[in-house]
């Protein structure tokens, strides 16, 4: 299929073009919309199928000239590493729209939102070219921060702003690193192929400014933290965290989900797409500090964070900075094991996070608050659900047979043959993440039910709808997890064995 | 070619075509009592002087009465971006309700004075020239931001505009004295001539400089010559206001870029210029450009006033358009002249939702577009979001292919000009506070029960969607646009 790409791009905004033609039937914009977003999800699948699983090279580029004065053009393509978070946004984006079934207020307006933001997520996944990479990327804070502002709970207004400015803040200084590799590739481009072949040309020379000269630091070095700056406030590493509780609270279930399931992965995408192939010297120089202590801080961090919340969507959401952690220290390993482990974890922690947002909506929907000790004993009261809660807290724990334990222990494999001692912090994030959601299972699910919500409702068949291919993903992936290593394998080894040459000792 | 006075006329045609417009409506104002035409015969004045000046690209570039003005693809540009400008703010004022209060005769014939004040400011190649023309703007300028009748505001913005242009001028045409003493000549040329032979005194020429450069700043509104904006913004009827923040902001650079580098630099091979005499003006800019974008954004911050915010927003993107100069090369300057263009529609249109909303509310308090977007309004509020996102510098808006084009001019410079890069960038983040408070007004927030609901005519439609879909379409295709900047950038130096 020529064009695949595009059109997984371009259909949702398309779709959002047409809701704002629709006439003003709530019924009619939900299932528009939920059919929008069907042909993505089935090249989603097609994508799946028909990679070739045995190559790093991008697989069904486009190329085509778009300002050819500065080389600016519309390249798209995959990769192993694109791929698992394309099949992600697909699969969430679809998810999400019944999710958002429940919205009341501007339905047009929401749901022409989220196609856009659909889009953009789609075309940070797809770009090839650093300059279409970094528009798309944009141009998903403008709805995010109205499906924040607009149709989030009582402090969406700090939320929505918080969030676009931290954002705003790391991509600006992103432009400036972006421009400074254009400039530097001869000749001009922002083609990001180019720009990795160009990896050596990256000046490594020191720099003879202040303080640059006494850290010994290059132009590469400098690059690379302006670049980092920017994806480590998407991740979101300490301590550029804290919109992510904010924003999290606030945003309605939906959209939660999309932020801990896609925007998230946006980050370290960025860097292992970015920062690992073009700047290597660096990486190897920076990589244990910003990614790989930064990553088990944030392990420990998010995991204490989380025990000490009342709000059980906060509490998903610090477990969501823990759980990036693992990405960020599987990343700094520059092993096989570690790497995989990093990419599969951030496709896990996209389903897993994404049910457990889902499962604190369906709650949230009844009793109309999240309050952790406002609960208690709903095991008697609703069965169903209490066991989908079960799995997902399990899978997010890392049981065995679930997807969460093999990433984490692949991280952690992979970062133990360098850093044993990270590894042991890391590994004890385990137990505090056992510990924080096993209490709040015994809080909220255990014990005798509360009077209050005897009645409650169980789950209806449309939340069991978006809960349960999440659900068998996390079991699929925890049993037989080739089926998303296999296409990460060929692609990660070529990006770790541009960075293993410059590494030390 | 080096024409004399008469031979001159033949490439003077867009202004004689101004001129006459002029005249006509002063004369058909006596006579004529009806309230339309003086709208109408300004706006084909316009339109004929455009068509014009498009048909002087095919002449030979050069100078004009005794090497007065000069006739270079840099000035049509800014015969053609004045006119354009000149042609959407009498659009804008055809709609306004402010402007139906005065005498529109009056108010037609001083605002195409200014324009053409205008041409002459971006294509003088004499002090005496420059001077004359900056104070031709000045003067229009004074009277119109003072034509409300019975409004105090106006009236005291008018006062404090005098008084700050006066001082300014005053300085300046004392700086431009300095120079004609060192150098015995007012004419670019020659003084560049003069300034390259040993003996200069350095100090006195830098002094001189920063005389002149009250003058220039008083005009593109940079620190610390800034002080009057918010006052003059928030007093002059809304369609003036418009009008003076893209054309005479832009005038102000055209004079600058026009003083300082066909005049004081040279141009190398490889697109970069030097400045001649070694007076160390760029980094001065540099300075003043970092202040006044910071400057600007953070009194920004706390404005209630939309006018006023968008006054000192202006200030801002003044200071970004000096980086283009501060840096010394071409890339820069055509920089500057993407970011005019881009900046005259996305400010443009903001001002025009500011009028159309100040036309049923009466007044530009943020609290006036509280909801505005749940009060009938949804389409003008959309509008104003994406002027002001685009304002900030947010992709796929044209406003960021224009910070865009600044930025990577300032980065291929390089060196310690990352750190002008670094702060300029900040500054965005800063100024999308105060765009985003706006928005979030006008969206996040419910109305309140006392709030009106506010209806548009649908002829305010008819220029806001051509402005916006521009705003979209210069994000995303400006290949032609980059082509025209480029183009433009054709000085002719002799």
Redesign the interface.
Do not use: E, N, R
């Given at each position: 299929m020529q064009n695949i790409l595009t059109y997984m791009t371009f259909i949702p905004l398309a779709g959002a073009a047409m809701i704002l033609m629709l006439p003003n039937n709530a019924k009619l914009v939900r299932w528009f919309s939920a059919i929008v977003t069907v042909p993505p999800l089935l090249m989603a699948v097609w994508l799946f199928n028909n990679f070739d699983r045995t190559t790093a090279k991008f697989q069904f580029v486009e190329d085509y000239h778009w300002i050819p004065a500065y080389n600016i053009s519309y390249t798209m393509g995959v990769d192993g590493l694109s791929i698992s978070m394309v099949l992600l946004t697909a699969l969430l984006s679809f998810i999400c729209i019944f999710a958002s079934f429940g919205i009341e207020k501007a339905v047009k307006g929401y749901f022409a939102l989220f196609l856009m933001l659909d889009a953009g997520m789609m075309g940070v996944f797809c770009a090839l070219d650093f300059f279409l990479f970094y528009v798309f990327w944009e141009v998903m804070l403008l709805p995010m921060y109205f499906l924040i502002g607009i149709w989030g709970g009582p402090r969406r207004e700090y939320a929505a702003i918080k969030f676009f400015l931290y954002t705003l803040f790391g991509s600006v200084l992103m432009l400036l690193a972006i421009l400074a590799l254009y400039f530097t590739v001869e000749p001009h481009t922002f083609d990001m192929r180019v720009m990795m072949a160009h990896a050596s040309k990256y000046s490594t020379a020191v720099l003879p400014m202040w303080p640059f000269n006494s850290w010994g630091w290059s132009f590469q070095h400098v690059i690379w933290l302006a670049l980092f700056i920017g994806f480590a406030i998407k991740i979101p590493a300490f301590p550029f965290h804290t919109w992510l509780p904010d924003a999290h609270v606030e945003a309605p279930t939906a959209i939660s989900v999309i932020l801990a399931g896609v925007l998230l992965k946006m980050g370290t995408y960025g860097i292992l797409r970015t920062n690992f192939p073009m700047l290597p010297v660096a990486t190897a120089d920076m990589a244990y500090w910003f990614l790989g202590a930064l990553g088990a801080w944030n392990i420990i961090y998010g995991a204490l964070c989380a025990m000490a919340q009342k709000d059980l969507k906060k509490l998903v959401a610090y477990s969501s900075v823990s759980h990036m952690g693992y990405v960020m220290l599987g990343m700094a390993s520059f092993t096989t094991q570690g790497l995989n482990g990093a990419v599969l974890q951030m496709f896990n922690h996209g389903t897993i996070t994404g049910m457990m947002f889902l499962l604190v909506g369906v709650v949230y929907d009844r009793a109309h608050h999240r309050d952790i000790e406002g609960f208690g004993g709903l095991a008697a009261i609703m069965p169903v659900y209490t066991g989908i809660t079960a799995l997902a807290f399990f899978a997010s724990m890392g049981l065995p047979g679930l997807s969460g334990f093999i990433s984490e222990i692949l991280v952690l494999l992979g970062t133990w043959q360098k850093y044993p001692v990270l590894t042991i912090l890391g590994a004890s994030g385990v137990i505090l993440t056992a510990g924080y959601l096993l209490w709040t299972i015994q809080r909220v699910y255990l014990g005798p039910p509360n009077e209050k919500y005897l009645n409650m409702a169980e789950i209806n068949g449309r939340e069991i709808f978006t809960l349960v291919p999440l659900g068998i993903i996390v079991i699929i992936v925890g049993i037989y997890p080739g089926v998303v290593l296999d296409m990460l394998r060929t692609t990660l080894d070529s990006i770790n064995a541009i960075v293993i040459p410059h590494l030390h000792g | 070619m080096d024409l004399k006075n008469v031979a001159s006329l033949t490439f003077f045609c867009p202004e004689i075509i101004l001129s006459v417009t002029i005249l006509l409506i002063i004369a058909l104002d006596l006579i004529a009592q009806s309230r339309r035409w003086p709208a109408a015969l300004a706006l084909i004045g316009c339109l004929c002087s455009l068509i014009v000046s498009f048909d002087l690209y095919s002449a030979q570039p050069g100078l004009l009465f005794h090497r007065m003005i000069v006739l270079d693809n840099f000035s049509i540009f800014f015969k053609v971006f004045s006119l354009s400008a000149t042609i959407l703010c009498i659009l804008m004022s055809i709609g306004s309700n402010e402007i139906d209060k005065v005498h529109e005769g009056e108010y037609y014939a001083l605002l195409l004075t200014c324009t053409l004040g205008m041409f002459f400011m971006a294509s003088s190649s004499n002090l005496l020239m420059a001077y004359l023309s900056l104070e031709m703007v000045s003067l229009g300028s004074y009277v119109l931001t003072g034509f409300l009748p019975h409004s105090r505001r106006s009236s005291e913005a008018a006062l404090k505009y005098l008084i700050y242009g006066g001082v300014a001028s005053g300085t300046m045409i004392y700086g431009m004295s300095w120079i004609f003493g060192m150098t015995g000549s007012m004419d670019y040329a020659a003084i560049q001539l003069a300034l390259s032979q040993e003996g200069i005194n350095k100090a006195a020429l830098f002094i001189a400089f920063i005389f002149i450069l009250a003058g220039f700043g008083y005009k593109i509104v940079f620190f610390p010559f800034h002080m009057w904006s918010p006052d003059v913004y928030q007093g002059a009827p809304t369609p003036f206001t418009a009008y003076l923040s893209v054309a005479s902001n832009t005038a102000g650079l055209a004079i600058m870029i026009r003083f300082f580098f066909p005049g004081m630099s040279k141009l190398l091979a490889s697109g970069d210029w030097t400045a001649t005499a070694g007076v160390e003006w760029p980094q001065v800019l540099l300075a003043l450009s970092m202040l006044t974008m910071t400057i600007g954004n953070l009194c920004a911050l706390n404005q209630r006033n939309v006018k006023r915010m968008l006054a000192y927003s202006g200030i801002a993107h003044a200071g970004y358009m000096m980086m283009g100069l501060a840096i010394l090369n071409n890339e820069g300057l055509a920089a500057i002249l993407f970011y005019a263009v881009v900046y005259m529609i996305m400010n443009l249109g903001a001002f025009l939702v500011v009028g159309m909303v100040s036309n049923v509310t009466g007044d530009e308090d943020i609290d006036d577009y509280r909801g505005l977007a749940w009060r009938g309004a949804t389409v003008p509020a959309i509008c104003l979001a994406i002027f002001l996102?685009s304002l900030?510098g947010?992709?796929?808006f044209a406003g960021?292919m224009g910070k865009?084009f600044l930025?990577?001019a300032v980065?291929?410079q390089?060196g310690a000009f990352?750190v002008l890069?670094?702060v300029a960038?900040?500054n965005?983040?800063v100024s999308?506070?105060y765009y985003?408070k706006i928005v979030?007004t006008m969206?996040?927030?419910s109305p309140l029960p006392e709030d009106k609901q506010v209806t548009m005519a649908a002829n305010n439609f008819t220029l806001l969607l051509p402005l916006t879909f521009l705003t979209i379409l210069f994000g995303v295709y400006?290949?032609p646009l980059?082509?025209y900047t480029n183009y433009s950038l054709r000085f002719f130096i002799k």
């Open positions: - | 996102f900030t947010m992709p796929p960021f865009f930025f990577s980065v291929k390089g990352a890069a670094i960038a900040l965005s983040v999308l506070y985003a979030k969206f996040l927030d400006f290949g980059v082509q």
